[in-house]
Nanobody, 115 residues
């Protein structure tokens, strides 16, 4: 059993920045790949960014150039640096990781972009 706990969400003005964290209860060496998803009200959950144990990253077109995914193996933590935030980035953000053939989800953290 692996637990993933997100933090770092909040209310930010358009153009602002936030850094989300996803802390794992197990070594993230064993969690590969890891992802950030988001779900806005009334919309389906969508994949935002992914990272492998080799630090290969991919991004949704909507966040390319604004968001950066990274992982710190020593801290068992994955991050999502979000810059130049827009109102359409408002959503609950979830982390997800694959361990031993099973996917685990975090509980989510709310990000609200509004003036």
């Amino acid at each position: 059993q692996v637990q993933l706990v997100e933090s770092g969400g909040g209310l930010v003005q358009p153009g602002g920045s936030l850094r989300l964290q996803c802390a794992a209860s197990a070594s993230i060496f064993s969690i590969n790949p890891m992802h950030w998803y988001r779900q806005a009200p009334g919309k389906q959950r969508e994949l935002v960014a992914s990272i492998t144990s080799d630090d290969i990253t991919t991004y949704a077109d909507s966040v390319k150039g604004r968001f950066t995914i990274s992982r710190d193996n020593a801290k068992n933590t994955m991050y999502l640096q979000m810059n130049t935030l827009k109102p359409e980035d408002t959503a609950v953000y979830y982390c997800r990781g694959l361990v031993g053939g099973r996917y685990y989800w975090g509980q989510g953290t709310q990000v609200t972009v509004s003036s």
